[in-house]
């Protein structure tokens, strides 16, 4: 069993800052990608950013230059930096992370609860 663990969401002005965070726990072995995924009201769930075990980013272009994504290996912890937000940055904000439960085995994705991220204009 594999639980994540989402914290540091929130209302907050545009222009403003938010930092999320997403902590992994149980039976874990490694983890590959880690990230983020949002959805909005009436809208589908869509990538924000991802980050490998070495370190490689990948971003959705509505979020380059201003977020940022990055873990620590040893905490099995996301984060994301989310500065300069827009109203359009609202949604509920979601953790992923493929995790290798034991040694031999595949990887399985797994979903963070989501966390809600409000900005007002």
């Given at each position: 069993q594999v639980q994540l663990v989402e914290s540091g969401g929130g209302l907050v002005q545009a222009g403003g800052s938010l930092r999320l965070s997403c902590a992994a726990s149980g039976s874990i072995f490694s983890i590959n990608r880690m990230g983020w995924y949002r959805q909005a009201p009436g809208k589908q769930r869509e990538l924000v950013a991802t980050i490998t075990s070495g370190g490689t980013t990948n971003y959705a272009d509505s979020v380059k230059g201003r977020f940022t994504v990055s873990r620590d290996n040893a905490k099995?912890?996301?984060?994301?930096?989310?500065?300069?937000?827009?109203?359009?940055?609202?949604?509920?904000?979601?953790?992923?992370?493929?995790?290798?439960?034991?040694?031999?085995?595949?990887?399985?994705?797994?979903?963070?609860?989501?966390?809600?991220?409000t900005v007002s204009s």
């Open positions: 099995n912890t996301v984060y994301l930096q989310m500065n300069t937000l827009k109203p359009e940055d609202t949604a509920v904000y979601y953790c992923i992370a493929d995790i290798v439960p034991r040694a031999g085995l595949g990887y399985g994705t797994n979903w963070g609860q989501g966390t809600q991220v």
